[in-house]
Protein backbone atom coordinates (compact mmCIF):
# COMPACT_ATOMS: atom_id res chain seq x y z
CA UNK A 1 0.00 0.00 0.00
CA UNK A 2 1.29 3.56 -1.16
CA UNK A 3 0.47 5.22 2.58
CA UNK A 4 2.98 2.05 4.17
CA UNK A 5 6.75 3.45 4.06
CA UNK A 6 9.60 1.12 4.27
CA UNK A 7 10.48 0.17 7.50
CA UNK A 8 12.48 -2.00 9.55
CA UNK A 9 11.89 -5.06 11.62
CA UNK A 10 12.80 -3.10 14.45
CA UNK A 11 10.56 -0.32 13.22
CA UNK A 12 7.51 -2.69 12.50
CA UNK A 13 5.14 -2.48 15.61
CA UNK A 14 1.86 -3.98 15.15
CA UNK A 15 -0.01 -4.69 17.75
CA UNK A 16 -2.36 -8.27 18.53
CA UNK A 17 -6.04 -7.72 19.21
CA UNK A 18 -7.40 -10.85 19.06
CA UNK A 19 -10.76 -9.86 19.33
CA UNK A 20 -10.95 -8.78 15.75
CA UNK A 21 -9.09 -11.17 14.18
CA UNK A 22 -11.43 -13.80 15.39
CA UNK A 23 -13.69 -14.15 12.61
CA UNK A 24 -12.56 -16.02 10.01
CA UNK A 25 -12.88 -13.25 6.67
CA UNK A 26 -12.62 -14.34 2.59
CA UNK A 27 -9.60 -13.30 0.99
CA UNK A 28 -11.56 -11.67 -1.38
CA UNK A 29 -9.94 -12.66 -4.66
CA UNK A 30 -14.35 -11.27 -5.94
CA UNK A 31 -16.81 -9.91 -4.71
CA UNK A 32 -19.15 -11.61 -3.90
CA UNK A 33 -17.16 -14.30 -2.93
CA UNK A 34 -17.57 -17.79 -4.46
CA UNK A 35 -19.38 -19.15 -1.04
CA UNK A 36 -22.31 -17.04 -2.08
CA UNK A 37 -22.35 -18.99 -5.73
CA UNK A 38 -25.62 -20.53 -5.85
CA UNK A 39 -27.09 -22.27 -9.48
CA UNK A 40 -27.39 -20.02 -12.46
CA UNK A 41 -28.76 -20.11 -15.86
CA UNK A 42 -25.90 -20.94 -18.36
CA UNK A 43 -27.50 -19.04 -20.38
CA UNK A 44 -26.33 -15.80 -18.41
CA UNK A 45 -22.75 -17.26 -19.27
CA UNK A 46 -23.28 -17.29 -22.78
CA UNK A 47 -24.61 -13.84 -22.79
CA UNK A 48 -22.01 -12.35 -20.62
CA UNK A 49 -19.27 -13.54 -23.69
CA UNK A 50 -20.98 -12.64 -26.68
CA UNK A 51 -21.66 -9.07 -24.88
CA UNK A 52 -18.05 -9.26 -24.19
CA UNK A 53 -15.78 -6.68 -26.05
CA UNK A 54 -11.97 -4.67 -25.57
CA UNK A 55 -9.24 -6.44 -23.46
CA UNK A 56 -10.01 -9.46 -21.89
CA UNK A 57 -7.84 -11.96 -19.59
CA UNK A 58 -8.01 -15.91 -19.59
CA UNK A 59 -7.28 -18.49 -17.06
CA UNK A 60 -6.63 -21.71 -18.24
CA UNK A 61 -6.99 -24.47 -15.05
CA UNK A 62 -5.10 -27.75 -15.53
CA UNK A 63 -6.30 -29.90 -12.21
CA UNK A 64 -3.43 -32.33 -12.12
CA UNK A 65 0.03 -32.64 -10.01
CA UNK A 66 2.54 -35.52 -9.84
CA UNK A 67 2.34 -35.69 -6.11
CA UNK A 68 -0.74 -33.98 -3.94
CA UNK A 69 0.60 -31.69 -0.56
CA UNK A 70 -1.70 -32.34 2.11
CA UNK A 71 -2.60 -28.57 2.48
CA UNK A 72 -3.57 -28.24 -1.09
CA UNK A 73 -7.01 -26.96 -1.17
CA UNK A 74 -7.00 -26.53 -4.88
CA UNK A 75 -9.28 -28.60 -7.17
CA UNK A 76 -6.11 -30.97 -8.53
CA UNK A 77 -5.79 -34.86 -8.25
CA UNK A 78 -3.27 -37.28 -9.27
CA UNK A 79 -1.79 -37.74 -12.74
CA UNK A 80 -1.54 -41.06 -12.71
CA UNK A 81 -3.59 -42.04 -14.95
CA UNK A 82 -3.19 -40.88 -18.99
CA UNK A 83 -6.89 -41.72 -20.18
CA UNK A 84 -8.34 -39.71 -17.71
CA UNK A 85 -5.92 -37.00 -18.91
CA UNK A 86 -6.28 -37.32 -22.19
CA UNK A 87 -10.03 -37.10 -21.60
CA UNK A 88 -9.37 -33.69 -19.78
CA UNK A 89 -7.54 -32.39 -22.29
CA UNK A 90 -9.77 -33.10 -24.86
CA UNK A 91 -12.51 -31.36 -23.63
CA UNK A 92 -10.85 -28.58 -22.33
CA UNK A 93 -9.58 -28.26 -26.34
CA UNK A 94 -13.46 -28.37 -27.08
CA UNK A 95 -14.11 -25.73 -24.73
CA UNK A 96 -11.81 -23.70 -25.91
CA UNK A 97 -13.32 -23.81 -29.27
CA UNK A 98 -17.01 -23.16 -28.06
CA UNK A 99 -16.18 -20.46 -26.04
CA UNK A 100 -14.01 -18.86 -28.23
CA UNK A 101 -17.15 -19.03 -31.25
CA UNK A 102 -19.19 -17.21 -27.98
CA UNK A 103 -17.57 -14.24 -28.68
CA UNK A 104 -19.39 -11.55 -31.15
CA UNK A 105 -17.67 -8.57 -29.93
CA UNK A 106 -14.31 -7.69 -30.80
CA UNK A 107 -12.04 -8.62 -28.06
CA UNK A 108 -8.23 -8.74 -27.73
CA UNK A 109 -6.34 -11.13 -24.83
CA UNK A 110 -3.94 -9.08 -23.02
CA UNK A 111 -3.13 -11.77 -20.31
CA UNK A 112 -2.93 -15.67 -20.07
CA UNK A 113 -2.61 -17.01 -17.07
CA UNK A 114 -2.48 -21.22 -16.79
CA UNK A 115 -2.71 -22.52 -13.26
CA UNK A 116 -3.60 -25.48 -11.03
CA UNK A 117 -2.87 -28.24 -9.84
CA UNK A 118 0.53 -27.72 -12.07
CA UNK A 119 0.53 -27.28 -15.19
CA UNK A 120 3.64 -29.07 -15.75
CA UNK A 121 2.31 -31.96 -15.02
CA UNK A 122 1.21 -32.64 -18.27
CA UNK A 123 3.82 -33.36 -20.67
CA UNK A 124 5.27 -30.22 -22.73
CA UNK A 125 3.92 -31.35 -26.39
CA UNK A 126 0.65 -31.27 -24.58
CA UNK A 127 1.02 -27.71 -23.32
CA UNK A 128 2.48 -26.83 -26.98
CA UNK A 129 -0.65 -28.19 -28.48
CA UNK A 130 -2.83 -26.36 -25.82
CA UNK A 131 -1.15 -23.15 -26.17
CA UNK A 132 -1.79 -23.65 -29.97
CA UNK A 133 -5.42 -23.98 -29.75
CA UNK A 134 -5.39 -20.99 -27.80
CA UNK A 135 -3.88 -19.12 -30.48
CA UNK A 136 -5.60 -20.29 -32.91
CA UNK A 137 -9.10 -19.66 -31.81
CA UNK A 138 -8.43 -16.12 -29.66
CA UNK A 139 -7.02 -12.93 -30.44
CA UNK A 140 -3.74 -13.28 -28.38
CA UNK A 141 -2.11 -10.32 -29.51
CA UNK A 142 1.29 -10.55 -27.54
CA UNK A 143 -0.19 -11.43 -24.07
CA UNK A 144 1.33 -10.79 -20.89
CA UNK A 145 1.41 -14.66 -20.75
CA UNK A 146 2.33 -16.52 -16.58
CA UNK A 147 2.21 -19.93 -15.68
CA UNK A 148 2.12 -21.86 -12.38
CA UNK A 149 4.85 -24.12 -11.84
CA UNK A 150 5.68 -27.23 -9.43
CA UNK A 151 9.84 -27.23 -8.99
CA UNK A 152 9.57 -30.95 -8.64
CA UNK A 153 8.42 -31.73 -11.87
CA UNK A 154 10.06 -29.30 -13.71
CA UNK A 155 12.41 -29.95 -16.39
CA UNK A 156 14.64 -28.55 -18.85
CA UNK A 157 12.44 -29.54 -21.57
CA UNK A 158 9.70 -27.61 -19.74
CA UNK A 159 12.07 -24.68 -19.92
CA UNK A 160 12.50 -24.67 -23.41
CA UNK A 161 8.88 -24.81 -24.07
CA UNK A 162 8.53 -21.91 -21.96
CA UNK A 163 11.36 -19.75 -24.06
CA UNK A 164 9.27 -21.11 -26.81
CA UNK A 165 6.04 -19.59 -26.25
CA UNK A 166 7.06 -16.47 -24.63
CA UNK A 167 5.84 -17.03 -21.09
CA UNK A 168 7.07 -14.29 -19.27
CA UNK A 169 6.36 -14.73 -15.64
CA UNK A 170 6.36 -17.94 -13.77
CA UNK A 171 4.90 -18.82 -10.43
CA UNK A 172 6.82 -21.28 -7.43
CA UNK A 173 5.02 -23.39 -5.30
CA UNK A 174 7.89 -22.97 -2.72
CA UNK A 175 5.94 -22.89 0.77
CA UNK A 176 9.03 -23.44 3.30
CA UNK A 177 12.51 -24.78 3.18
CA UNK A 178 12.33 -26.36 6.71
CA UNK A 179 12.79 -30.00 5.72
CA UNK A 180 10.66 -30.73 8.96
CA UNK A 181 7.90 -28.87 7.59
CA UNK A 182 8.38 -29.87 4.75
CA UNK A 183 7.56 -33.45 5.36
CA UNK A 184 4.79 -32.56 8.09
CA UNK A 185 2.76 -31.05 4.75
CA UNK A 186 3.85 -33.40 2.34
CA UNK A 187 6.15 -31.06 -0.02
CA UNK A 188 9.44 -32.67 0.09
CA UNK A 189 11.38 -30.36 -1.99
CA UNK A 190 15.18 -29.84 -1.93
CA UNK A 191 16.55 -26.19 -2.44
CA UNK A 192 19.19 -27.55 -5.06
CA UNK A 193 15.34 -28.62 -7.20
CA UNK A 194 14.13 -24.92 -6.36
CA UNK A 195 17.97 -22.94 -7.19
CA UNK A 196 17.41 -25.76 -10.37
CA UNK A 197 14.43 -24.26 -11.33
CA UNK A 198 14.86 -21.00 -11.07
CA UNK A 199 18.14 -20.88 -13.32
CA UNK A 200 16.05 -22.63 -15.98
CA UNK A 201 13.16 -20.15 -15.80
CA UNK A 202 16.03 -16.95 -15.78
CA UNK A 203 17.66 -18.65 -19.20
CA UNK A 204 14.12 -19.10 -20.79
CA UNK A 205 13.91 -15.16 -20.39
CA UNK A 206 11.19 -15.45 -17.50
CA UNK A 207 11.37 -11.75 -15.77
CA UNK A 208 9.22 -12.10 -12.92
CA UNK A 209 9.75 -15.05 -10.76
CA UNK A 210 6.77 -15.54 -7.72
CA UNK A 211 7.69 -17.78 -4.62
CA UNK A 212 4.31 -18.72 -2.69
CA UNK A 213 5.58 -18.82 1.06
CA UNK A 214 3.21 -19.88 3.87
CA UNK A 215 3.60 -19.18 7.21
CA UNK A 216 1.70 -21.16 10.60
CA UNK A 217 2.79 -24.64 9.64
CA UNK A 218 2.73 -27.45 11.89
CA UNK A 219 6.08 -27.22 13.83
CA UNK A 220 7.38 -24.02 11.55
CA UNK A 221 9.26 -21.52 14.39
CA UNK A 222 10.33 -17.84 13.83
CA UNK A 223 13.88 -18.92 12.72
CA UNK A 224 12.96 -21.24 10.23
CA UNK A 225 10.05 -18.72 8.60
CA UNK A 226 13.19 -16.11 8.46
CA UNK A 227 15.77 -18.56 6.77
CA UNK A 228 12.98 -20.03 3.97
CA UNK A 229 12.83 -15.85 3.54
CA UNK A 230 16.98 -15.56 3.53
CA UNK A 231 16.82 -18.05 0.97
CA UNK A 232 13.64 -16.69 -1.39
CA UNK A 233 16.08 -13.22 -1.29
CA UNK A 234 18.98 -15.34 -2.24
CA UNK A 235 17.30 -16.94 -4.71
CA UNK A 236 16.42 -13.80 -6.56
CA UNK A 237 12.40 -14.11 -6.13
CA UNK A 238 10.84 -10.73 -7.79
CA UNK A 239 7.46 -11.60 -6.28
CA UNK A 240 6.41 -13.25 -2.81
CA UNK A 241 3.28 -14.52 -1.76
CA UNK A 242 3.57 -15.15 2.28
CA UNK A 243 0.13 -16.93 2.90
CA UNK A 244 -0.96 -18.31 6.27
CA UNK A 245 -2.08 -21.69 6.13
CA UNK A 246 -5.19 -22.19 6.37
CA UNK A 247 -6.26 -25.81 8.12
CA UNK A 248 -9.76 -26.41 7.72
CA UNK A 249 -9.97 -30.27 7.27
CA UNK A 250 -13.80 -30.26 7.58
CA UNK A 251 -13.83 -28.07 3.87
CA UNK A 252 -10.49 -29.58 2.85
CA UNK A 253 -10.39 -33.82 3.27
CA UNK A 254 -6.83 -34.01 2.61
CA UNK A 255 -5.46 -31.95 5.12
CA UNK A 256 -6.40 -34.94 7.69
CA UNK A 257 -2.98 -35.77 7.30
CA UNK A 258 -1.30 -32.64 8.72
CA UNK A 259 -1.15 -33.11 12.55
CA UNK A 260 -3.06 -30.33 13.69
CA UNK A 261 -1.40 -30.52 17.34
CA UNK A 262 1.60 -28.73 16.84
CA UNK A 263 0.37 -25.79 14.69
CA UNK A 264 0.94 -22.27 15.56
CA UNK A 265 -1.70 -20.54 17.54
CA UNK A 266 -3.12 -17.35 16.48
CA UNK A 267 -0.90 -14.93 18.30
CA UNK A 268 2.57 -16.54 17.00
CA UNK A 269 1.05 -16.72 13.59
CA UNK A 270 0.43 -12.92 14.29
CA UNK A 271 4.11 -12.48 14.99
CA UNK A 272 5.27 -14.61 11.82
CA UNK A 273 2.93 -12.74 9.57
CA UNK A 274 4.88 -9.70 11.18
CA UNK A 275 8.03 -11.08 10.72
CA UNK A 276 7.48 -12.11 7.27
CA UNK A 277 6.34 -8.17 6.52
CA UNK A 278 9.32 -6.45 8.07
CA UNK A 279 11.93 -8.48 6.76
CA UNK A 280 10.60 -8.23 2.74
CA UNK A 281 10.21 -4.63 3.47
CA UNK A 282 13.25 -4.16 4.93
CA UNK A 283 15.09 -6.27 1.99
CA UNK A 284 14.01 -4.05 -1.07
CA UNK A 285 10.29 -5.48 -1.66
CA UNK A 286 7.50 -3.38 -1.65
CA UNK A 287 4.46 -4.36 0.40
CA UNK A 288 1.54 -5.41 -2.13
CA UNK A 289 -1.46 -5.13 0.50
CA UNK A 290 -0.62 -7.27 3.51
CA UNK A 291 0.68 -10.49 2.46
CA UNK A 292 2.62 -10.18 -0.98
CA UNK A 293 5.45 -8.52 -2.18
CA UNK A 294 6.92 -6.92 -5.38
CA UNK A 295 11.22 -6.09 -5.92
CA UNK A 296 10.41 -2.11 -5.95
CA UNK A 297 13.13 -1.41 -8.43
CA UNK A 298 10.55 -2.37 -11.22
CA UNK A 299 8.63 -4.77 -10.81
CA UNK A 300 5.13 -4.09 -12.89
CA UNK A 301 3.01 -5.37 -9.91
CA UNK A 302 5.08 -2.70 -7.45
CA UNK A 303 4.94 0.03 -10.06
CA UNK A 304 0.88 -0.77 -9.77
CA UNK A 305 1.05 0.23 -6.21
CA UNK A 306 2.68 3.71 -6.67
CA UNK A 307 0.50 4.62 -9.81
CA UNK A 308 -2.34 3.22 -7.68
CA UNK A 309 -3.87 0.66 -10.76
CA UNK A 310 -3.35 -2.13 -8.37
CA UNK A 311 -6.01 -4.54 -8.90
CA UNK A 312 -7.58 -7.93 -7.36
CA UNK A 313 -8.71 -10.90 -9.37
CA UNK A 314 -8.98 -15.05 -8.80
CA UNK A 315 -5.19 -15.02 -8.93
CA UNK A 316 -4.49 -12.52 -6.59
CA UNK A 317 -3.16 -8.71 -6.38
CA UNK A 318 -2.45 -7.65 -10.14
CA UNK A 319 -1.83 -5.41 -12.31
CA UNK A 320 -3.83 -6.61 -15.09
CA UNK A 321 -6.49 -3.54 -15.85
CA UNK A 322 -9.13 -5.98 -18.01
CA UNK A 323 -13.03 -6.11 -17.08
CA UNK A 324 -13.04 -9.01 -18.12
CA UNK A 325 -11.82 -12.75 -17.04
CA UNK A 326 -12.80 -15.82 -19.02
CA UNK A 327 -12.21 -18.94 -17.01
CA UNK A 328 -11.51 -22.09 -18.96
CA UNK A 329 -11.53 -25.99 -17.36
CA UNK A 330 -13.05 -27.83 -14.64
CA UNK A 331 -13.90 -25.36 -11.29
CA UNK A 332 -12.06 -21.92 -12.78
CA UNK A 333 -14.40 -18.58 -12.65
CA UNK A 334 -15.07 -16.30 -15.05
CA UNK A 335 -15.39 -12.56 -13.72
CA UNK A 336 -17.65 -9.82 -15.47
CA UNK A 337 -18.92 -6.44 -14.35
CA UNK A 338 -22.15 -7.68 -14.00
CA UNK A 339 -21.56 -11.79 -13.23
CA UNK A 340 -19.13 -14.62 -12.01
CA UNK A 341 -19.91 -17.72 -13.78
CA UNK A 342 -17.73 -20.61 -12.41
CA UNK A 343 -17.28 -23.79 -14.29
CA UNK A 344 -18.54 -27.32 -13.14
CA UNK A 345 -16.31 -28.46 -10.48
CA UNK A 346 -16.76 -32.53 -11.02
CA UNK A 347 -13.89 -33.60 -13.46
CA UNK A 348 -16.13 -35.79 -14.88
CA UNK A 349 -19.19 -34.10 -15.64
CA UNK A 350 -16.79 -30.62 -17.26
CA UNK A 351 -15.58 -33.28 -19.26
CA UNK A 352 -18.86 -34.76 -20.61
CA UNK A 353 -20.10 -30.92 -20.86
CA UNK A 354 -17.34 -29.63 -22.50
CA UNK A 355 -16.95 -32.72 -25.23
CA UNK A 356 -20.43 -32.36 -26.12
CA UNK A 357 -19.80 -28.85 -26.99
CA UNK A 358 -22.13 -27.47 -23.99
CA UNK A 359 -21.12 -25.02 -21.29
CA UNK A 360 -20.90 -25.82 -18.06
CA UNK A 361 -20.71 -22.45 -16.25
CA UNK A 362 -24.06 -23.24 -13.94
CA UNK A 363 -23.05 -22.11 -10.83
CA UNK A 364 -21.83 -18.70 -9.80
CA UNK A 365 -23.93 -14.80 -9.15
CA UNK A 366 -25.58 -11.77 -10.97
CA UNK A 367 -23.70 -9.15 -9.19
CA UNK A 368 -26.05 -6.14 -8.21
CA UNK A 369 -25.25 -2.35 -8.68
CA UNK A 370 -24.71 -3.06 -4.73
CA UNK A 371 -22.69 -5.77 -4.92
CA UNK A 372 -20.16 -3.75 -7.39
CA UNK A 373 -20.12 -1.03 -5.09
CA UNK A 374 -19.19 -3.03 -2.39
CA UNK A 375 -16.72 -4.70 -4.31
CA UNK A 376 -15.10 -1.08 -5.48
CA UNK A 377 -14.83 -0.41 -2.02
CA UNK A 378 -13.45 -3.91 -0.66
CA UNK A 379 -10.83 -3.57 -3.43
CA UNK A 380 -9.69 -0.20 -2.93
CA UNK A 381 -9.55 -0.97 0.79
CA UNK A 382 -6.90 -3.90 0.38
CA UNK A 383 -4.96 -2.62 -3.13
CA UNK A 384 -4.70 1.22 -1.78
CA UNK A 385 -5.34 1.00 1.75
CA UNK A 386 -8.17 3.67 1.17
CA UNK A 387 -11.89 3.37 -0.31
CA UNK A 388 -13.70 6.94 -1.07
CA UNK A 389 -16.93 6.20 0.33
CA UNK A 390 -20.60 7.66 -0.11
CA UNK A 391 -22.48 9.74 2.35
CA UNK A 392 -24.66 6.11 3.27
CA UNK A 393 -22.07 3.64 3.52
CA UNK A 394 -20.03 6.52 5.24
CA UNK A 395 -22.53 6.15 8.11
CA UNK A 396 -22.89 2.59 8.08
CA UNK A 397 -18.86 2.04 7.90
CA UNK A 398 -18.61 4.76 11.31
CA UNK A 399 -20.62 2.18 12.93
CA UNK A 400 -19.35 -0.85 11.71
CA UNK A 401 -15.71 0.19 12.20
CA UNK A 402 -15.37 1.88 16.18
CA UNK A 403 -13.34 -0.63 17.47
CA UNK A 404 -10.68 -0.40 14.56
CA UNK A 405 -11.18 3.10 15.00
CA UNK A 406 -10.65 3.42 19.18
CA UNK A 407 -7.22 1.04 18.32
CA UNK A 408 -5.70 3.86 15.88
CA UNK A 409 -6.06 1.31 12.87
CA UNK A 410 -8.17 3.21 10.77
CA UNK A 411 -9.30 6.89 10.25
CA UNK A 412 -12.00 8.81 8.62
CA UNK A 413 -11.20 12.01 7.08
CA UNK A 414 -14.25 13.34 5.09
CA UNK A 415 -15.34 11.02 2.56
CA UNK A 416 -11.71 9.15 2.59
CA UNK A 417 -11.37 5.58 5.38
CA UNK A 418 -8.15 4.83 5.45
CA UNK A 419 -5.88 1.93 6.98
CA UNK A 420 -2.94 3.24 8.90
CA UNK A 421 0.06 1.54 9.09
CA UNK A 422 -0.60 -0.69 11.78
CA UNK A 423 -4.02 -1.89 10.99
CA UNK A 424 -2.31 -3.72 7.70
CA UNK A 425 -2.78 -6.82 9.11
CA UNK A 426 -6.61 -6.19 9.93
CA UNK A 427 -6.88 -4.97 6.34
CA UNK A 428 -9.43 -7.69 5.48
CA UNK A 429 -11.54 -8.01 8.47
CA UNK A 430 -11.68 -4.00 7.84
CA UNK A 431 -12.65 -5.04 4.40
CA UNK A 432 -15.25 -7.31 5.91
CA UNK A 433 -17.76 -4.94 7.53
CA UNK A 434 -18.83 -3.75 4.00
CA UNK A 435 -19.45 -7.55 2.79
CA UNK A 436 -23.44 -7.31 3.19
CA UNK A 437 -23.36 -11.26 2.10
CA UNK A 438 -20.91 -12.58 4.82
CA UNK A 439 -23.54 -12.39 7.86
CA UNK A 440 -25.63 -14.82 6.65
CA UNK A 441 -22.90 -17.04 4.98
CA UNK A 442 -22.42 -20.60 6.48
CA UNK A 443 -19.04 -20.99 5.07
CA UNK A 444 -16.26 -20.79 7.20
CA UNK A 445 -13.52 -18.78 5.84
CA UNK A 446 -9.55 -19.05 6.43
CA UNK A 447 -8.21 -17.16 9.24
CA UNK A 448 -7.82 -13.18 8.96
CA UNK A 449 -4.26 -13.60 9.63
Known sequence: MTDVPAMSQKALMWTYYPELLAAPVPRYTSYPTAAEFGKINADLYRSALRNACGDVSLYVHIPFCEKICFYCGCNTGRVDQRQRLESYLAALHREIETVANELSGEVNVVRLAFGGGSPNAITPDDFRE????????????????????????????????????????????????????QKAIGRVQSEDCISRTVEWLRDANVTSINFDLMYGLPGQTMHDLEDTLQRTRALGADRIALFGYAHVPHIVPR??????????????????????????VGHGYAPIGFDHFAR???????????????????????DDQSEVLIGLGASSISSFPHLLSQ??????????????????????????PDDRYRGAVIEQLLCQGRARLGAALLREA???????????????????LKILPKGLPYA???????DTHRPSSTRRFSSAV
Open 130 to 181: LFGALSNYFPLRDPTVSIELDPRTMSAEWAAVIAELGISRASLGVQTFAGHC
Open 255 to 280: QRAIDDSNLPDQKARFAMAELGYAYL
Open 296 to 318: SDGEPLAKAVLDRTLKRNFQGFT
Open 343 to 368: NEKNNGRYRMLSSQGELSGGRGIART
Open 398 to 416: ADRLGLFMERGLVSIDGPW
Open 428 to 434: RSIAAMF
